[in-house]
């Protein structure tokens, strides 16, 4: 795949950029729309989503910066080239909920409800996002005989002319249909404001942490026998499970239109 779609003058516009502000954009106007629906103010949307990206950024690089802490030992310059590049997403993630309960409380806004809405949204922005990842050739997966492979010939990051399971199309695939998934479920009569909190948190830990089997990249750190991202979705499904529990056991039924 080519990263590189379009070139103007000194300006290049590369497919992984493209796709993460393409998902940034569908995920504001899909929450937005929804918390309109909602009845929720709609107008601290963008507040949200811009404390979400920056948390979300900062979240994923310092977990970036810990998978490759021997090499940052070796040569600290590399934090400052890696401004633009090298992220984690389960570091994302955890950044994304810090920024978003700051920003929420601070507002004095119903938290699970936004919640709610923001966390289909952020799958829906994965889905994007991956399909950036492909188009760059990063987050690749192992080597394949299977017919169901993806082949790169001019990939800067994954190995080219090797047959490879296309993780990136799998998980995009994945999160899209969670995203649908959520918002079907928040107009299911068993909907409890803060449930989809939960439901997100375990669907995508467990698809995480089996989808990272596949993965072929190797700079995404270890926990013992598990890569970075697989250890910490083992604690994001059981908060997700806890989540999950403890929200379906309200007394009031609060069933919220998505």
């Not at 811009?50 to 690089?61: A, P, T």
């Not at 310059?77 to 984690?88: E, H, K, M, T």
């Not at 399909?131 to 050739?137: P, R, Y």
Request: net charge positive; hydrophobic share 45%.
């Amino acid at each position: 795949m080519y990263n590189e779609l379009l070139k103007i003058g000194p300006i290049t516009i590369y497919g992984y950029g493209l796709m993460t502000a393409i998902g940034i954009i569908a995920a504001y106007l899909s929450c937005e729309y929804r918390a309109k629906k909602k009845g929720l103010d709609h107008t601290k949307v963008f507040g949200l989503v811009v404390f979400c990206c920056l948390f979300g950024y900062i979240g994923s690089k310092l977990l970036y910066f810990l998978t490759i802490l021997p090499e940052i030992k070796a040569d600290p310059s590399i934090i400052l080239r890696s401004l633009a590049d090298g992220w984690v997403v389960m570091g994302g993630i955890i950044g994304g909920v810090i920024g978003a309960l700051i920003y929420l409380r601070w507002q004095k806004l119903d938290v699970w409800r936004f919640m709610d809405t923001g966390f289909a949204s952020v799958a829906l922005a994965q889905g994007f996002g991956r399909i950036g990842c492909f188009l760059a050739g990063c987050c690749y997966g192992c080597q394949t005989d299977s017919a169901f492979c993806v082949v790169f010939h001019n990939s800067a990051h994954a190995p080219n002319d090797v047959p490879l399971v296309p993780t990136q199309l799998i998980s995009s695939a994945l999160d899209f249909l969670l995203f649908f998934g959520l918002v079907l479920f928040e107009r299911s009569s068993r909907h409890k404001s803060g449930m989809s909190v939960g439901m997100y948190l375990t669907c995508y830990s467990v698809g995480r942490f089996i989808l990272e089997f596949y993965r072929g990249d190797l700079e995404r750190g270890s926990v013992g026998i598990l890569s970075t991202s697989q250890f910490i979705s083992i604690f994001t499904a059981v908060a997700g499970i806890i989540i999950l529990i403890l929200r379906s056991r309200r007394k009031e039924n609060e069933t919220v239109e998505a």
